[in-house]
């Protein structure tokens, strides 16, 4: 919500039987805990029932790189961001309105995350003299008077969970495993959430574990009744969020990766190709896009994991050179070591995905972290002049179109085709209005069989592409590799010509598929004026909230946004032309605003935060207003 | 290998246009021979024969063939191999690497195409030197070797590529000699008849940088005395008149090198070769000139399901609709 919009109090206006609920646009609501403490499960299941209820949500994870880093600590803090609302919610939030920290580290690793006046909600029972020594507190935060700032509510959760699941037996560690689940609960009862989506999923999942499933559905229930029967303290009555107004259809929430693992599945079928062959090497945060292929062997994709990131991308490469899909993803340490091969599917011309879930680095970095720092990486990461495509995808769910285009542009034009996601979008989540896929465009792929006049690289004369030739197919043997190759026979060359013409030839086929691809449009705004914010990838969100903010407030400013940043869309430079000022938000040093000024000769100035998190909204909020100040 | 049927062909017909780049004397003109000559034995097709390589002088090997051909990186053949095989498993392919480029930069490769069992024919061609970069010591070049980067000889000790393909968990491994292209094509052949990996290393004569490195078994004044050529169910023996031959010694679990007749021992008493044994395989591929005769022919055979088959059991063709999967977990309506 808008911190400008004060809440209000509303006596049972919606008709409930709850009074002094306060009604919110949206709400923003962090769970965090030890990573043992079940955080994700409990953060996912509210973000699906709030968009279960009707409302728009965007969430997502933040988990520590330790797979379980000691109990207790800073470091083994994991948390789950929903951000849900009766408006178009774009972002996870910028601030929480609400944190639940199950134990002392969770507080303190997240409190800095909570707005003035915020709520926290608190499992007492884990402040034991132990845990503020693990989180590193002096002296107990709940008592010295530092949180009042905010709205505690302090309660026993452990002690209350073990109550409500003694019945079932469980050992202490199961028992005090639910407690997830009764915090859950209780958030349920507090935003007026339904839990019945969330019990279900509980017995699913626990069914067959005896009393693990009726346990845990009894802590839910003993949260929830926690808050309805009045026991909570009165400060906290709950807040009412309506639904949104999304456009009619069928929907589910998905994950950037889903998305993507989806979208490069639909376009697979619509090249009529008859295999993918995703080749990875298991890599934060990109493993989760092997994992989510991994289940679509029916859709003929097959995952293979290889013996590390150099094979994976040249398997992939061999895949395309035997008439399938070579797909290959990794995180931006992973692409750096496949760079050679990238340069050999440049060489032969062969199509090839290259996915990159861009991380915080250099080096290892934060590897859970999200960051757009491989732009520079993606156009330019290889020896010698080795053009390739260049897409990013704005948000989860634009994943699916992005990963179609994708198979689109590299079997069109047999080239590497990079995908920059990232570590925010491969694990935030949003509804999703399912698209009606066999309705969507097929782009067939044509393999050539005719001998007559055939060298593996004659060209088309739209797309510049070579042909793609299956082997196997009689009469066009033929011999491709990484040495030059002659662009009259296809043969082995050193002849220095030929290879000028070739340098060129690659870059121009670059460059055709801009005649191939949609005009950049202007996303909010005129299509001239004072200033325009222009960005990419996953700082969607942020600047489509920044913009509609401001001109919300009269300010004449627009947002552009691109999907293509190799080649640029053909329209690009006069679009931005049109603009007395443009801001470029990057979550890197600078490399779009670098590479608009560049080949645009464009005047930009960049907005860069890399902190290994997304922009605030007001970050680029305050960015656009001061700009247009200063000129007014 | 796939079976692949057509109308006779001549080795002639497995040679493309191109010229052949190798230096004069080179032994890897004999492999070429000895390699077209095998397809055209076994009936071949050139359309559905591939051959993949990685880098150095061996590499060039596609170019010359009338297959098609995918010159690639270094080191990554096996790689690259491994996801056309996956794409196309109709395709018979062959892996063509040298000594650096299959257990140096590629070593990592090479170890898992093996233990995965793809099916292949890999082509190591062994000449203990890098030849394309100018003479330096490679992974198999002796202790002490010489060489513009190892001026004070090689400190390294050498890899032996067929103990190792062994350990990686190769399920073929046979050696040949370029200039022997009898024992060459019956290799071949038995590689390419192989389902799965099959690990073929040839010793090949480096005229440039390493000439005659392998002259202790392969002149031909020592190839009868030094070269032990194996044979399934027959024992291990060699020399001019069988003369010489192999026994197992327990005490030391190594192979010793007996006289054979009246003044040694019974040709009974010799190992007997067994294809699918495992151990013997080992101790056969470690056997080391002047010490004992270099073990040659088919040192290990026991086939099992290729890495294709299991990876491709039951995955249809793609184009099935994406309707029901977008469909599945939670979904809601919103009403209009
Ligand atoms: S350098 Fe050696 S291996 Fe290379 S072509 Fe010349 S002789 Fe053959």
Redesign the interface.
Known sequence: MSRSQLPQTTPGSNGGPRTGRQVRDSVVVRFAGDSGDGMQTAGAQFG?EA??S?RDISTFPDYPAEIRAPAGTTYGVSAFQVHFGSQDVKTAGDELDVLVALNPAALKVNLGDLGLGGTIVVDRGAFTDRNLKKAGYETSPLEDNSLAPYVLISLDITALTLRAVEPFELSQKDAIRCRNMWALGLALWMFDGDKD?TIEWVANKFSGQGGVADANVAAINAGNAFGETAEMPSIAAGWTVDPAN????????VSGTEALA?GL??G??AS??????F?SYPITPASNLLHALAK???????T?Q???E???A???????????L?VTSSSGPGVALKG??I??AVG?ELPLIVVNSQRAGPSTGMPTKTEQADLFQALYGRNSDAPVAVLAPATPTDCFEVGREAVRIATTFMTPVFVLTDAYLSSAAEPW??????ALPDFPVTFRTDPDGYHPFIRDPDTLARPWV??????????????ERDAETG??SYDPENHDRMTRTRAERIERIAQFIPAQTVDAGSESGALAVVGWGSTYGAISKAVERCRADGLAVSHVHLRWLSPFPHNLAELLGGFDRLIVPEVNAGQLVHVLRARLGLRADGLNRVTGRPFRIREIESVIRAALEEES | MTPATRSETSAKDFASDQDVRWCPGCGDYAILKGVQKTLADVGASTENTVFVSGIGCAARFPYYMSTYGFHTIHGRAPALATGLKLANPDLDVWVVTGDGDALSIGGNHTLHVLRRNVDLQILLFNNEIYGLTKGQASPTSRRGTVTPSTPRGSFSNPVHPASFAIGAGARFVARGIDINLKLLTEVLKAAHEHRGASFVEIFQNCIVFNDGCFSEFTDKAHAGSMQLVVENGKPLRFGPDGNRGLRFNPRSWKLETVDVGPDGVAVEDLVVHDETNRALALLLAELQPPDAPMALGVLYRDPAESYHEAMLAGVPAAGASLSDLLRTGKTWTVEG
């Open positions: 699906i968009a279960l009707g989506a999304l456009d009619q259809g069928l929907y589910r929430t989806w599945t639909s697979l079928a009529g190709l008859e295999r993918m062959i080749a679509l062997r029916s859709h003929g994709v097959v293979f290889a013996e590390d150099i094979a994976a040249c398997a992939a490469i061999g895949a395309s050179y035997g008439g399938a070579g050679e091969a340069g050999l032969t209005r399912i698209p009606d896929v066999d299956r082997p196997g197919t009689p009469g066009l043997e033929h011999r491709i590799g990484g040495i043969n082995i």
